[in-house]
């Protein structure tokens, strides 16, 4: 079981705010990772986790949706997103007990290597979607809690700050 980073300490805020290196080759160790990464998201009560969420700054991040087939996402690129805009409750493994309401496109169309070293592309929607641009900030050294606007961000930080440190 690998450890969570959580959000709220410089040493932990570096990881999570860096954005993660390209992986040169997908060899027995990043399978092993990604095996563990959906082993610890799933303990984790989980729908994704990115690499940076590990402790490891590489361009990996897992999903998981209930009715769904463990994915696998090496070095992804966004392709495409919609205009189409949508609000839903998002939570993050890396800031335990924050939920809240974050504005992402419907639907995406992203590429990527899977575990197995091949290159595929998925159109997805709905809660998929959201969970690849979410796991993808990660990559990106972005959280979900940056996509909200000053002020509900500012809360948001202070709330959960304070929800740590009882």
Not at 50 to 60: E, H, N, T
Not at 108 to 125: I, P
Not at 139 to 144: A, I, R, S, T
Request: charged content about 30%; overall charge negative.
């Amino acid at each position: 079981m690998l450890d969570i980073v959580t959000f709220g300490s410089e040493a932990t805020d570096a990881i999570l705010r860096a954005k993660a290196e390209p992986i040169k080759d997908v060899n027995a160790e990043i399978k092993a990772l990604a095996a563990a990464m959906l082993e610890s998201m799933e303990h984790g009560r989980g729908i994704g986790l990115a690499a940076p969420q590990v402790d490891r700054s590489i361009r990996l991040f897992v999903t998981r949706l209930d009715d769904d087939e463990p994915r696998v996402f090496i070095n992804p690129e966004i392709l495409l997103v919609s205009e189409e805009l949508t609000d839903y409750e998002e939570g993050c493994l890396s800031l335990p007990g924050l939920y809240t309401n974050v504005r992402r496109a419907e639907s995406v169309k992203v590429r990527a290597w899977n575990a197995r070293g091949k290159l595929f592309t998925l159109e997805a929607s709905g809660l998929l979607a959201r969970v690849i641009l979410h796991e993808n900030d990660h990559l990106e050294g972005l959280l979900f809690i940056d996509r909200l606007g000053e002020k509900r961000r500012q809360r948001a930080v202070q709330a959960y700050l304070k929800k740590i440190r009882m």
